[in-house]
Nanobody, 114 residues
Framework: QVQLVESGGGLVQAGGSLTLSCAAS????????MGWYRQAPGKQREMVAV??????NYADSVKGRFTISRDNAKNTVYLQMNSLKPEDAAVYYC?????????WGQGTQVYVSS
């Protein structure tokens, strides 16, 4: 069982920046595909960014504004969010997957004021 703990959410003004962190409790973190997903009220959970051995993938809506990165020495994945928009407001979930079903964090709330 892998535990994922997100942090860094909060309230930011439109145009501002925020960095989310997700710490994973596994010794084989480097072999996991890691990602960030988000869910806004009344909407389905959607992929924001994923980082794995093959590279990085981003949702079209965040390309050029968000950057996913990882520090394998710290078992941590980050999401740098710049130029935030009100539509970026959601609960952001960290995801980790090696084999089979992915693991999920508890989520961290991001609010963006216009």
């Amino acid at each position: 069982q892998v535990q994922l703990v997100e942090s860094g959410g909060g309230l930011v003004q439109a145009g501002g920046s925020l960095t989310l962190s997700c710490a994973a409790s596994t010794r084989t973190f480097s072999s996991y595909a890691m990602g960030w997903y988000r869910q806004a009220p009344g909407k389905q959970r959607e992929m924001v960014a994923v980082i794995e051995s093959g590279g990085r993938n981003y949702a079209d809506s965040v390309k050029g504004r968000f950057t996913i990165s990882r520090d394998n020495a710290k078992n941590t994945v980050y999401l740098q969010m710049n130029s935030l928009k009100p539509e970026d407001a959601a609960v952001y979930y960290c995801m980790g997957q090696k084999y089979g079903s992915p693991y999920w964090g508890q989520g961290t709330q991001v609010y963006v004021s216009s």
